[in-house]
């Protein structure tokens, strides 16, 4: 009978040992429509915050195991989120299809400056140029961006209570920040999120809409302009900056409490 439990908690055991196990997922993507490989494709493990590229073929290999979750993004393609199972693993490499999107130009219009000879009223049809400003705080890093409306309120802020405003966005998200700087680390990551603006990788690396993703900016007291024009590898070191000096400013509170 001792015999039988041992076996019996050998294979036990090393089914649960095998869920846990990280190995090479490989898998190859096509194009729905036409059946031909997508080169190209970006694919991030959220789970192991690590990221791979297809090749020629469509092929890619990205180490992953059960119940991981893979992010495939292309450009004109609908990005799908495709979970790793057991099966997967067993009977190795797998064929995903991805959707083209329908691309529509949207509407421009173009107006034409009337001018009427005084220079009071024609400099007043100018656009306005939005000048971003930086600004030094002792204590709090590399300093903070700003813009003409709200960046003297945000410093002023920040230099009387620069604790709280990072507390309140920071301490609520915490776990998923954390992998902040994992992201740093992976230059497939990088290099993917430096040539995107959509914010749709970062927000799904980090599990959080793109409007929360641009107000921690925002209270991190950077500029709209900043916020507007910056990619998602921009948009990730400013929150890992700020992020960092949260947890630096949080160390001292605790302890002067």
Known sequence: ?????????????????????????????IDASTSKPLESVNIVNLNQVIGTTTNAKGQFAIKAK???TLHLSYLGFKSIKVR???????????????????????KVVVNQLKLTGYLEVDIKQLPTVNNNYRYQISGLGGGYEAGKTSGLTKVIGSIFNPADFLHRMFS???????????????????NLLASKFDRETLTALLNLERVDLDEIVSQCNYSKGFINKANDLQI?????????????????RKKRI
Do not use: P
């Open 236 to 252: 990730l070191d400013a929150i890992n900056d700020c992020y960092e000096e949260y947890k630096v400013l949080s160390k001292s």
């Open 66 to 68: 059960v119940n991981d």
């Open 172 to 190: 609520k998200r915490h776990t998923e920040l954390r992998k902040l700087k994992r992201m740093k680390e992976d230059d497939e990551i990088r």
């Open 84 to 106: 790793v199972t057991n099966d997967w693993l067993k009977y190795g490499d797998s064929k995903i299809e991805l959707t083209e999107l329908a691309l529509a130009l949207e």
């Open 1 to 29: 009978m001792k015999r039988y439990f041992v076996v019996y908690f050998f294979f036990f055991a090393t089914a649960i040992w095998g869920q846990d196990t990280t190995t090479n997922v490989t898998g190859h993507i």
